[in-house]
């Protein structure tokens, strides 16, 4: 499956991604994909209740509040279990987000046609670290590498 040209120019235009599920341990995948984001220039917020910073920035328990405090979110990137993701996506259309992107592993077809209906592009079990990078390659081969 090929990621769609809207989700293609959300990724290029987009400056915050929350990290739902954002771990401390750098062992963990959700750590190591928000490190790389955070390293490509994207403003990361973590979404885990239980810490208040991650990755050198405040973390917040909800998305609601961390879109409160700061400020617009472009993309959810999840890293939960596919049973919560019909909350994740529901608070993701309600703070305005432009793309719900689920993990490797996690899917939730109808929370994923609920965000769709209220207007947010989906992208559903696929690692964003991965397409991100498939993604540069692209664009540095069409470029010539500039």
């Known amino acids: 499956m090929k990621i769609t040209s809207d989700v293609v120019a959300i990724l290029r235009s987009a400056k915050t991604i929350a990290v739902v599920g954002l771990s401390p341990d750098p062992a963990r995948p959700s750590h190591g994909v928000a490190r790389y984001l955070q390293r490509q220039g994207y403003r990361i917020v973590g979404i885990n209740p239980g810490h208040s910073e991650l ?4 973390a917040f328990e909800r998305l609601a509040a961390a879109a409160s405090a700061a400020g617009p979110i472009e993309i959810v990137d999840v890293f939960r279990r596919s049973e919560f993701v019909p909350e994740i996506a529901a608070a993701a259309i309600a703070i305005g987000a432009r793309l719900l992107w689920l993990q490797e592993g996690v899917s939730h077809p109808a929370a994923e046609q609920a965000a769709r209906d209220a207007g947010l592009a989906v992208v559903a079990d696929r690692c964003l670290l991965k397409e991100h990078v498939k993604l540069q390659a692209q664009s540095d081969a ?5």
Not at 55 to 58: A, K, W
Not at 142 to 146: A, L, S
């Open 55 to 58: 990755l050198g920035s405040p």
């Open 142 to 146: 069409h470029t010539g590498g500039q």
